[in-house]
């Protein structure tokens, strides 16, 4: 059994069915690029980047990206991808509480479902982490799990609106996850510093 989000994504990551519902990029993330670029965007953090579709769009659209993951499988498969399509980016293993970054290093932070695999405390961390490293006038696009889900209040509550989840059976696969997680009330969550 899995003990961590990191070591299940990392377990999914690893297999060609886990990664196949993951390899395009959201039309909400793609669609930001035309936006960014009118802003003169050209650093770009993707912060929880999985198997680095968003990671890979942005830099085939001409950002200097950084995209740090804490699963290596999720990583491994983005550095080939990006070998494969000729992509120069910087993809690093890292946690997502403690950017390793300077303040006020990035004109865009993405971070698509990566910050509520946690508690409300590890969200606030994660938000002030994000906040330290974008410059002022950078933005942010991210999201959050809603409590209109039909899964939220499913579990063992281990803090207000925070749940430790059994077997979730998914389309391609069964993950056990153990970590918990936390909804909010507005799942699509942006801000510009
Ligand atoms: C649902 S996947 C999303 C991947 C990617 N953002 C996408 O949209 O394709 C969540 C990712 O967040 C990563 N993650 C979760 N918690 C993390 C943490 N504390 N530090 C670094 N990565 C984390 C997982 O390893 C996983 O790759």
New binding site residues.
């Given amino acids: 059994m899995v003990a961590t989000?990191?070591e299940a994504?990392?377990e999914r990551?690893a297999t060609p069915e886990g990664r196949a519902d993951?390899l395009v990029p959201?039309p909400a993330v793609a669609g930001l690029v035309p936006v960014l670029k009118a802003r003169g965007a050209q650093h770009v953090l993707?912060l929880?980047?999985?198997?680095g579709?968003?990671a890979l769009y942005f830099a085939e659209h001409g950002f200097a990206v950084e995209a740090?993951?804490?699963?290596a499988a999720?990583l491994d498969f983005a550095c080939r991808e990006a070998a494969a399509r000729d992509l120069r980016l910087s993809l690093r293993q890292?946690?997502?509480?403690t950017l390793p970054f300077s303040d006020e290093s990035f004109d865009y932070v993405l971070?698509?479902?990566?910050i509520f695999?946690?508690t409300m405390g590890d969200v606030g961390r994660r938000l002030a982490e994000i906040w330290r490293v974008l410059k002022p006038g950078g933005l942010f696009q991210g999201t959050m799990l809603s409590k209109r889900d039909v899964q939220f209040g499913r579990g063992r509550a281990i803090a207000p609106d925070t749940f430790i989840r059994a077997a979730i059976p998914r389309r391609t696969h069964t993950s056990i996850a153990t970590w918990p997680a936390l909804p909010c009330s507005s799942p699509a969550l942006s801000f510009c510093r």
Avoid: K, L, T
């Fill in positions: 989000a990191v994504w990392d990551w993951w959201h993707d929880g980047c999985g198997v579709r968003h740090i993951d804490g699963a999720g890292a946690d997502a509480d971070s698509w479902n990566v695999h946690g």
